[in-house]
């Protein structure tokens, strides 16, 4: 047995602590560990297609955004949990996948602005106004990469040179904090790693 199915088959029990009986409440008030282990995981993960499905509505009807994790993550997932037999509406599956795939179709023009927005020490800033930052660089070179820009293009070459050559000896990268305005400015004592 693999220690994924080691995992899937072991009982899944309510250890007590803080809502112990309160999650046995929303579950009807029958503990989970009555359930064989099999049982347990197929509705822990109903559940969590459940969430998945309205969380992604949510964010459409609010945010009018797709994300990696509200769009093509979303589709990913009920794709994924459909082709294991979960029970996904097809007309949810179908709607989620039109609705990102329509907020992807000016990834070009997207791509194209972004290189544009490159400083000239190789990175990007967190904001036109900021300077270029690890964070912010790190976050411009993935999204390049999922945009199917190539590591040879020599913009991506110059982003990779700046994050090496501002990383410290401990192998962290200097930050600086910022607040949305009106914030006050946090500090966290932890180094992007």
Known sequence: MTAFEETVHAPVRDHGGPGGADRRAERGGKPTD?????????????????????????????????????????????????????????????????????RLKDIEAETGRLLGKQNGDGGWGQDDALPSDAFATGQALYFLSLAGVGRDREEVRRGVSFLVGSQKEDGSWPMTSRAHPGEEVFTNPVPIT
Do not use: I, N
């Open 34 to 102: 009555a359930l064989p282990p099999l049982q347990q995981a197929r509705r822990a993960v109903e559940r969590g297609l459940a969430f998945v499905e309205q969380d992604a509505v949510k964010w459409r009807e609010d945010r009018k955004c797709s994300t990696c994790h509200h769009g093509a993550m979303t589709v990913w997932v009920l794709s994924e949990a459909k082709s294991q037999g979960y029970p996904v509406r097809a007309e949810t599956l179908a709607e989620q996948a039109k609705w990102a795939t329509e």
